[in-house]
């Protein structure tokens, strides 16, 4: 290859990948693409149901107790717990819908994995589930990031 198609292949490659990284602005505009619904999202709807702190949760969870266990020792159902984390999923979704960050399709398709997703949250038991911030208002998640 010559070195004028060295540089225009270079200069493609630097275009596209500013593009993508303009179209995916959005999402990505924390350092991370972590879906649109956080784990401390769902984790700070948990404590608010459950009448604790972030920190509690954590600290049942590094000794082995899930949500649903620690629901249960709380006096509170774990459908209620359940329908609390699932609300407040799709109030994040319809918030990013309504940012414009993502689709009505991927809202959709957000939506109809939400409750396998939550219910993998709720039935986890361990600090390697629990990671992150024990701050009630923490941001970061990791728990929806891969499919």
């Known amino acids: 290859m010559t070195t004028k198609r060295l540089a ?9 990948g500013a593009a993508l990284a303009v179209l995916a602005g959005p999402t990505l505009a924390n350092g991370h693409d972590r879906g649109v619904v956080g784990k401390q999202t ?26 649903a266990q ?12 359940t329908d609390a984390l699932v609300a407040a999923g799709n109030a994040a979704i319809d918030k990013a819908q309504a940012a414009g960050t993502i689709t009505a399709d991927q809202a959709t398709a957000k939506k109809a994995a939400l409750p396998a997703q939550v ?12 990671s992150g ?4 208002t923490g941001s970061h998640s990791s728990a929806f990031r891969r499919r």
Do not use: E
Not at 42 to 67: E, F, H, M, P
């Open 8 to 16: 225009r292949l270079l200069v493609l490659t630097l275009v596209l």
């Open 119 to 130: 219910q993998a949250l709720i039935n986890a038991t361990g600090a390697g589930h629990c």
């Open 70 to 81: 620690l629901a249960a020792a709380k006096g509170k159902s774990v459908q209620g717990l």
């Open 42 to 67: 769902l984790l700070a709807a948990a404590a608010t149901y459950l009448g604790v702190t972030q920190a509690d949760i954590s600290t049942a969870r590094k000794a082995g107790q899930s949500l």
């Open 133 to 136: 911030s024990a701050s009630a």
